[in-house]
């Protein structure tokens, strides 16, 4: 006899529908929706989110209007700032897509692509977090590599508790190649003229000081 996998919402527990995928394994198909403004809506599936070579992040969450939702949202966008030209970063909801939409664009988030699992929980079923009733979805955190092999799940047991971002983020910056440390260099050296301009300044005699303040007095 299988043992139904539960999660709990202030203490009170709700039943999961599949199972998750090991670590390890081969991430499942899905289909996730978008809509844009004028557009008809466009599925998105594994394939589509890792066509372009790159490790992939899932933020899966109930609802933007919730607030660990919003949390969620929030310091997952803010946490791929440095690396979000490197990887694909999802968030997952139970919304419509347009209130996605709408919630990045209120929020400003940059490094988040919002898809809706809403018109028939394909998602949440093949991950194993769709709540059974009443059919949306647990919060719960994955990442798949660019292979599509699953590299961490994290199923949060008390849908009112945040992720591990932490651990999340680790995995996910481990699978990303190591730069050249040529670039970091070619970086420095781009940076560097911003300092003797600020030196020269510095080393300004007091005449020639004086004389520049009292230009500045009469421009103003």
């Given at each position: 006899?299988?043992?139904?996998?539960?999660?709990?919402?202030?203490?009170?527990?709700?039943?999961?529908?599949?199972?998750?995928?090991?670590?390890?394994?081969?991430?499942?198909?899905?289909?996730?929706?978008?809509?844009?403004?004028?557009?008809?809506?466009?599925?998105?599936?594994?394939?589509?989110?890792?066509?372009?070579?790159?490790?992939?992040?899932?933020?899966?969450?109930?609802?933007?209007?919730?607030?660990?939702?919003?949390?969620?949202?929030?310091?997952?966008d803010?946490?791929?700032?440095?690396?979000?030209?490197?990887?694909?970063?999802?968030?997952?909801?139970?919304?419509?897509?347009?209130?996605?939409?709408?919630?990045?664009?209120?929020?400003?988030?940059?490094?988040?692509?919002?898809?809706?699992?809403?018109?028939?929980?394909?998602?949440?079923?093949?991950?194993?977090?769709?709540?059974?009733?009443?059919?949306?979805?647990?919060?719960?955190?994955?990442v798949?590599?660019?292979?599509?092999?699953?590299?961490?799940?994290?199923?949060?047991?008390?849908?009112t508790?945040?992720?591990?971002?932490?651990?999340?983020?680790?995995?996910?910056?481990?699978?990303?190649?190591?730069?050249?440390?040529?670039?970091?260099?070619?970086?420095?050296?781009?940076?560097?003229?911003?300092?003797?301009?600020?030196?020269?300044?510095?080393?300004?005699?007091?005449?020639?000081?004086?004389?520049?303040?009292?230009?500045?007095?009469r421009?103003?």
């Open positions: 006899m299988t043992t139904k996998r539960v999660i709990t919402f202030l203490g009170e527990e709700y039943a999961l529908l599949g199972e998750a995928p090991a670590v390890g394994s081969p991430a499942p198909d899905f289909r996730l929706w978008y809509f844009n403004k004028g557009e008809e809506g466009s599925p998105f599936g594994r394939d589509d989110l890792l066509e372009r070579g790159r490790p992939l992040l899932l933020s899966v969450i109930t609802s933007v209007d919730t607030p660990v939702g919003k949390i969620q949202a929030r310091k997952f803010r946490l791929l700032r440095p690396i979000h030209e490197d990887v694909t970063a999802v968030l997952v909801s139970s919304d419509l897509p347009f209130t996605l939409n709408r919630f990045k664009e209120t929020e400003r988030l940059k490094h988040l692509i919002g898809l809706s699992d809403y018109l028939d929980q394909s998602f949440g079923r093949a991950f194993g977090v769709v709540i059974e009733e009443p059919l949306i979805l647990a919060r719960a955190v994955f798949i590599d660019a292979a599509g092999i699953v590299q961490y799940e994290q199923v949060v047991p008390e849908i508790d945040e992720p591990d971002y932490a651990a999340a983020m680790a995995t996910l910056k481990s699978l990303l190649p190591v730069k050249p440390a040529g670039q970091k260099r070619r970086a420095s050296r781009r940076r560097a003229p911003a300092a003797p301009k600020r030196a020269a300044v510095a080393r300004m005699r007091p005449a020639a000081r004086a004389k520049k303040a009292t230009a500045g007095r421009r103003r």
